[in-house]
Protein backbone atom coordinates (compact mmCIF):
# COMPACT_ATOMS: atom_id res chain seq x y z
CA UNK A 1 0.00 0.00 0.00
CA UNK A 2 1.70 3.73 -0.83
CA UNK A 3 2.20 6.07 2.04
CA UNK A 4 5.48 7.08 3.08
CA UNK A 5 5.23 7.16 6.90
CA UNK A 6 8.38 8.23 8.02
CA UNK A 7 10.50 11.42 6.26
CA UNK A 8 13.56 10.57 7.73
CA UNK A 9 16.74 10.16 5.32
CA UNK A 10 14.31 10.64 2.23
CA UNK A 11 15.68 12.30 -0.73
CA UNK A 12 12.25 14.71 -1.56
CA UNK A 13 12.96 16.86 -4.60
CA UNK A 14 10.96 19.65 -4.86
CA UNK A 15 10.18 22.13 -7.80
CA UNK A 16 9.59 25.98 -7.88
CA UNK A 17 11.07 25.83 -4.09
CA UNK A 18 12.98 29.57 -4.14
CA UNK A 19 9.65 30.73 -2.52
CA UNK A 20 6.25 30.40 -1.33
CA UNK A 21 4.54 26.74 -1.22
CA UNK A 22 7.74 24.94 -2.58
CA UNK A 23 10.38 26.75 0.04
CA UNK A 24 7.87 25.97 2.65
CA UNK A 25 7.72 22.34 1.81
CA UNK A 26 11.30 22.00 1.55
CA UNK A 27 11.67 23.49 5.13
CA UNK A 28 8.60 20.98 6.51
CA UNK A 29 10.61 18.06 4.68
CA UNK A 30 14.61 19.27 6.00
CA UNK A 31 12.48 19.35 9.65
CA UNK A 32 11.40 15.77 9.26
CA UNK A 33 14.78 14.70 8.49
CA UNK A 34 14.73 14.35 4.73
CA UNK A 35 17.25 15.66 2.46
CA UNK A 36 15.44 18.15 0.21
CA UNK A 37 16.73 18.48 -3.04
CA UNK A 38 15.37 21.88 -4.45
CA UNK A 39 15.48 23.57 -8.14
CA UNK A 40 14.11 26.95 -8.91
CA UNK A 41 14.50 28.85 -12.18
CA UNK A 42 15.94 31.93 -9.91
CA UNK A 43 19.00 31.17 -8.77
CA UNK A 44 19.47 33.83 -6.44
CA UNK A 45 16.02 32.39 -4.32
CA UNK A 46 17.11 29.11 -4.40
CA UNK A 47 20.25 29.80 -3.31
CA UNK A 48 18.59 31.57 -0.61
CA UNK A 49 16.53 28.58 0.47
CA UNK A 50 19.90 26.32 0.52
CA UNK A 51 21.39 28.46 2.86
CA UNK A 52 18.23 28.51 5.16
CA UNK A 53 18.16 25.01 5.36
CA UNK A 54 21.39 24.06 5.81
CA UNK A 55 21.52 26.49 8.56
CA UNK A 56 19.35 24.05 10.56
CA UNK A 57 22.03 21.30 10.03
CA UNK A 58 20.55 19.24 7.46
CA UNK A 59 21.94 17.68 4.44
CA UNK A 60 20.45 19.48 0.98
CA UNK A 61 21.21 20.18 -2.57
CA UNK A 62 19.68 22.84 -5.16
CA UNK A 63 19.79 23.06 -9.04
CA UNK A 64 18.65 26.10 -10.93
CA UNK A 65 16.36 24.57 -13.69
CA UNK A 66 12.93 26.06 -15.25
CA UNK A 67 10.48 22.99 -15.66
CA UNK A 68 8.93 24.34 -18.79
CA UNK A 69 12.64 23.30 -20.82
CA UNK A 70 12.41 19.10 -20.82
CA UNK A 71 16.26 19.01 -21.04
CA UNK A 72 16.49 21.06 -18.16
CA UNK A 73 14.17 19.04 -16.11
CA UNK A 74 15.89 15.94 -17.18
CA UNK A 75 19.52 17.55 -16.18
CA UNK A 76 17.90 18.13 -12.81
CA UNK A 77 16.76 14.76 -12.38
CA UNK A 78 20.50 13.12 -13.60
CA UNK A 79 21.78 15.47 -10.60
CA UNK A 80 19.79 13.95 -8.12
CA UNK A 81 20.08 10.43 -9.21
CA UNK A 82 23.90 10.39 -9.82
CA UNK A 83 24.13 12.70 -5.94
CA UNK A 84 22.30 10.23 -4.27
CA UNK A 85 21.08 7.20 -6.44
CA UNK A 86 16.98 7.15 -5.50
CA UNK A 87 14.31 9.64 -5.25
CA UNK A 88 11.74 8.73 -2.74
CA UNK A 89 9.22 12.09 -2.93
CA UNK A 90 8.92 14.12 -6.05
CA UNK A 91 7.13 17.48 -5.38
CA UNK A 92 6.15 19.02 -8.86
CA UNK A 93 5.48 22.44 -7.59
CA UNK A 94 6.79 25.13 -10.14
CA UNK A 95 3.98 27.62 -11.24
CA UNK A 96 2.93 30.44 -12.61
CA UNK A 97 -0.10 32.67 -12.00
CA UNK A 98 -0.79 34.72 -15.06
CA UNK A 99 -4.19 35.52 -15.46
CA UNK A 100 -6.86 37.79 -17.67
CA UNK A 101 -10.21 37.49 -19.52
CA UNK A 102 -9.35 34.98 -21.65
CA UNK A 103 -10.97 37.74 -24.42
CA UNK A 104 -8.36 39.51 -24.33
CA UNK A 105 -5.47 37.11 -22.96
CA UNK A 106 -2.76 36.58 -25.36
CA UNK A 107 -2.16 33.10 -26.83
CA UNK A 108 1.36 33.24 -26.06
CA UNK A 109 0.77 33.66 -22.47
CA UNK A 110 -1.40 30.74 -22.77
CA UNK A 111 0.82 28.82 -24.15
CA UNK A 112 3.25 30.14 -21.47
CA UNK A 113 1.42 29.15 -18.48
CA UNK A 114 0.65 25.35 -19.88
CA UNK A 115 4.21 25.20 -20.18
CA UNK A 116 5.36 26.03 -17.03
CA UNK A 117 1.95 24.61 -14.44
CA UNK A 118 1.40 21.59 -16.90
CA UNK A 119 4.41 20.26 -19.07
CA UNK A 120 6.45 21.52 -15.96
CA UNK A 121 4.74 18.80 -14.14
CA UNK A 122 4.67 16.03 -16.77
CA UNK A 123 8.34 16.71 -17.74
CA UNK A 124 9.00 15.74 -13.67
CA UNK A 125 6.89 12.97 -13.61
CA UNK A 126 8.25 11.57 -17.06
CA UNK A 127 12.36 12.40 -15.85
CA UNK A 128 11.37 10.70 -12.28
CA UNK A 129 9.61 7.73 -12.49
CA UNK A 130 11.65 5.26 -14.12
CA UNK A 131 13.91 5.56 -10.54
CA UNK A 132 10.90 5.00 -8.44
CA UNK A 133 9.63 2.23 -10.88
CA UNK A 134 12.83 0.19 -10.40
CA UNK A 135 12.44 1.10 -6.51
CA UNK A 136 9.22 0.02 -6.58
CA UNK A 137 8.38 2.85 -4.00
CA UNK A 138 7.53 6.62 -3.55
CA UNK A 139 5.35 9.21 -4.15
CA UNK A 140 4.49 12.32 -6.43
CA UNK A 141 2.86 15.36 -5.50
CA UNK A 142 1.76 17.43 -8.30
CA UNK A 143 0.70 21.55 -6.92
CA UNK A 144 -2.55 21.95 -8.49
CA UNK A 145 -4.82 24.79 -7.30
CA UNK A 146 -8.32 25.01 -5.76
CA UNK A 147 -8.51 26.76 -9.74
CA UNK A 148 -8.16 23.22 -10.80
CA UNK A 149 -11.57 21.90 -9.27
CA UNK A 150 -13.26 25.15 -9.75
CA UNK A 151 -12.99 27.66 -12.89
CA UNK A 152 -11.75 30.97 -11.18
CA UNK A 153 -12.54 33.93 -12.87
CA UNK A 154 -10.40 35.78 -14.29
CA UNK A 155 -7.78 33.04 -14.73
CA UNK A 156 -8.79 30.95 -17.46
CA UNK A 157 -5.74 29.61 -18.79
CA UNK A 158 -4.14 29.06 -15.41
CA UNK A 159 -7.65 26.92 -14.18
CA UNK A 160 -7.26 25.07 -17.62
CA UNK A 161 -3.94 24.36 -16.56
CA UNK A 162 -4.38 23.34 -12.97
CA UNK A 163 -7.78 21.16 -14.42
CA UNK A 164 -5.15 19.35 -16.23
CA UNK A 165 -2.86 18.65 -13.86
CA UNK A 166 -5.86 17.70 -11.38
CA UNK A 167 -7.13 14.85 -14.26
CA UNK A 168 -3.52 13.84 -14.87
CA UNK A 169 -2.72 13.38 -11.66
CA UNK A 170 -5.91 11.22 -10.91
CA UNK A 171 -4.87 8.30 -13.68
CA UNK A 172 -1.39 8.78 -12.73
CA UNK A 173 -2.36 7.50 -9.26
CA UNK A 174 -4.50 4.82 -10.63
CA UNK A 175 -1.72 3.16 -12.78
CA UNK A 176 1.04 3.68 -10.90
CA UNK A 177 -0.66 1.96 -7.42
CA UNK A 178 0.62 -1.22 -8.55
CA UNK A 179 4.45 -0.02 -8.48
CA UNK A 180 3.69 0.46 -5.05
CA UNK A 181 3.99 4.58 -6.02
CA UNK A 182 1.38 7.22 -4.50
CA UNK A 183 0.63 9.91 -6.22
CA UNK A 184 -1.22 13.54 -4.88
CA UNK A 185 -2.55 16.16 -6.28
CA UNK A 186 -2.70 19.44 -3.89
CA UNK A 187 -5.17 21.97 -4.44
CA UNK A 188 -4.22 25.38 -2.26
CA UNK A 189 -6.72 28.30 -2.13
CA UNK A 190 -5.50 31.65 -1.71
CA UNK A 191 -1.74 31.54 0.05
CA UNK A 192 -0.23 34.25 0.61
CA UNK A 193 3.03 34.23 -1.70
CA UNK A 194 4.57 35.69 -4.48
CA UNK A 195 2.65 34.33 -6.82
CA UNK A 196 0.45 37.44 -7.72
CA UNK A 197 3.35 40.05 -7.43
CA UNK A 198 5.42 38.32 -9.28
CA UNK A 199 2.50 37.21 -12.03
CA UNK A 200 1.45 38.92 -15.35
CA UNK A 201 -2.29 40.34 -15.46
CA UNK A 202 -3.92 41.21 -19.10
CA UNK A 203 -6.82 43.51 -18.33
CA UNK A 204 -9.78 45.28 -19.92
CA UNK A 205 -10.74 48.76 -19.56
CA UNK A 206 -12.31 49.36 -16.66
CA UNK A 207 -11.83 45.64 -14.53
CA UNK A 208 -11.92 46.60 -10.69
CA UNK A 209 -9.37 43.44 -10.14
CA UNK A 210 -5.89 45.13 -10.81
CA UNK A 211 -2.48 43.11 -9.92
CA UNK A 212 -1.82 45.64 -7.21
CA UNK A 213 -5.19 45.22 -5.67
CA UNK A 214 -4.48 41.49 -5.98
CA UNK A 215 -1.81 41.55 -4.81
CA UNK A 216 -2.47 43.53 -1.10
CA UNK A 217 -5.79 40.94 -1.33
CA UNK A 218 -3.41 37.99 -1.13
CA UNK A 219 -1.04 39.45 1.54
CA UNK A 220 -3.89 40.11 4.10
CA UNK A 221 -6.20 37.51 3.51
CA UNK A 222 -3.73 34.78 2.46
CA UNK A 223 -3.22 31.50 4.03
CA UNK A 224 0.45 31.09 4.88
CA UNK A 225 2.57 28.66 2.85
CA UNK A 226 3.02 26.29 5.48
CA UNK A 227 -0.30 25.73 5.98
CA UNK A 228 0.19 24.09 2.75
CA UNK A 229 3.40 22.36 3.69
CA UNK A 230 1.32 20.75 6.18
CA UNK A 231 -1.18 19.20 3.71
CA UNK A 232 1.47 17.63 1.60
CA UNK A 233 3.47 15.79 4.41
CA UNK A 234 -0.04 14.78 5.87
CA UNK A 235 -1.28 13.94 1.88
CA UNK A 236 1.79 11.73 1.50
CA UNK A 237 1.52 9.91 4.76
CA UNK A 238 -2.09 8.86 4.23
CA UNK A 239 -1.76 8.47 0.39
CA UNK A 240 -4.12 11.11 -0.48
CA UNK A 241 -5.71 11.53 -3.92
CA UNK A 242 -6.45 15.13 -3.50
CA UNK A 243 -5.37 17.36 -0.58
CA UNK A 244 -7.51 20.99 -1.09
CA UNK A 245 -5.93 23.27 2.00
CA UNK A 246 -8.34 25.82 2.66
CA UNK A 247 -12.15 26.08 3.69
CA UNK A 248 -12.77 28.78 0.46
CA UNK A 249 -11.47 25.64 -1.41
CA UNK A 250 -13.57 22.88 0.29
CA UNK A 251 -16.74 25.03 -0.21
CA UNK A 252 -16.98 25.98 -3.90
CA UNK A 253 -15.94 21.72 -4.16
CA UNK A 254 -18.38 20.88 -2.30
CA UNK A 255 -21.29 23.15 -3.98
CA UNK A 256 -20.16 21.89 -7.54
CA UNK A 257 -20.56 18.87 -6.64
CA UNK A 258 -23.46 19.12 -5.44
CA UNK A 259 -25.04 21.52 -7.69
CA UNK A 260 -23.57 22.35 -11.11
CA UNK A 261 -26.45 25.17 -11.44
CA UNK A 262 -25.33 26.76 -8.22
CA UNK A 263 -21.95 27.05 -9.04
CA UNK A 264 -22.20 28.32 -12.27
CA UNK A 265 -24.25 31.08 -10.67
CA UNK A 266 -21.71 31.31 -8.53
CA UNK A 267 -19.45 32.06 -10.80
CA UNK A 268 -21.66 34.45 -13.22
CA UNK A 269 -21.89 36.69 -9.76
CA UNK A 270 -17.60 36.17 -9.71
CA UNK A 271 -17.55 37.40 -13.18
CA UNK A 272 -19.73 40.01 -12.93
CA UNK A 273 -17.51 41.42 -10.05
CA UNK A 274 -14.19 40.63 -11.32
CA UNK A 275 -15.08 42.37 -15.19
P1 LIG B 1 5.68 31.66 -5.68
O1 LIG B 1 5.72 32.63 -6.83
O2 LIG B 1 5.89 32.19 -4.32
O3 LIG B 1 6.69 30.46 -5.94
C1 LIG B 1 6.79 29.84 -7.20
C2 LIG B 1 8.25 29.54 -7.49
O4 LIG B 1 8.32 28.87 -8.76
C3 LIG B 1 9.10 30.82 -7.61
O5 LIG B 1 10.25 30.73 -6.80
C4 LIG B 1 9.47 30.87 -9.09
O6 LIG B 1 10.76 31.44 -9.32
C5 LIG B 1 9.40 29.41 -9.48
N1 LIG B 1 9.19 29.22 -10.91
C6 LIG B 1 8.39 29.91 -11.74
N2 LIG B 1 8.49 29.47 -12.98
C7 LIG B 1 9.39 28.45 -12.95
C8 LIG B 1 9.93 27.60 -13.92
N3 LIG B 1 9.58 27.71 -15.23
N4 LIG B 1 10.82 26.66 -13.54
C9 LIG B 1 11.21 26.56 -12.25
N5 LIG B 1 10.75 27.36 -11.28
C10 LIG B 1 9.84 28.29 -11.63
O7 LIG B 1 4.25 30.98 -5.81
P2 LIG B 1 3.52 29.82 -4.97
O8 LIG B 1 2.19 30.37 -4.63
O9 LIG B 1 4.37 29.27 -3.94
O10 LIG B 1 3.30 28.76 -6.15
C11 LIG B 1 3.69 27.41 -6.07
C12 LIG B 1 2.64 26.56 -6.75
O11 LIG B 1 1.42 26.67 -6.01
C13 LIG B 1 2.29 26.96 -8.17
O12 LIG B 1 2.14 25.81 -8.96
C14 LIG B 1 0.97 27.67 -8.02
O13 LIG B 1 0.21 27.62 -9.20
C15 LIG B 1 0.35 26.89 -6.91
N6 LIG B 1 -0.74 27.55 -6.20
C16 LIG B 1 -0.55 28.74 -5.57
C17 LIG B 1 -1.63 29.34 -4.92
C18 LIG B 1 -1.51 30.66 -4.21
O14 LIG B 1 -2.54 31.25 -3.84
N7 LIG B 1 -0.32 31.16 -3.95
C19 LIG B 1 -2.90 28.72 -4.92
C20 LIG B 1 -3.03 27.51 -5.57
C21 LIG B 1 -1.95 26.93 -6.20
Redesign the pocket.
Known amino acids: MPGIKNFKGKVAVI ?10 TAHAFAKEGAIPVI ?4 EE ?2 ENVEKEIKALGVEVSSMV ?5 RA ?1 VEAFSKFVLDRYGRVDILHN ?5 WGGPLEVFPLEDFQKVM ?3 FW ?1 VIYGVQSFLPRMIEQKSGHIVN ?5 GLNGVIPLGA ?1 SA ?2 FAIVGYTEVLRAELRRHNIGVTA ?14 KATLIEGASADQEKMTAF ?1 KRF ?1 WP ?1 ER ?1 AKGVLKGIRKNRAIVP ?1 GPEVWILWYIKRFSITLADLINSIFARMAL
Not at 39 to 42: Q, Y
Not at 93 to 97: F, P, Q, S, Y
Not at 186 to 199: M, Y
Request: with cysteine; aromatic share 4%; hydrophobic share 35%.
Open positions: TGAGSGIGRAADIHRIADVSDQNAGIGEVNGTASGAYSKVCPGIINTNIVKDGYGPVV
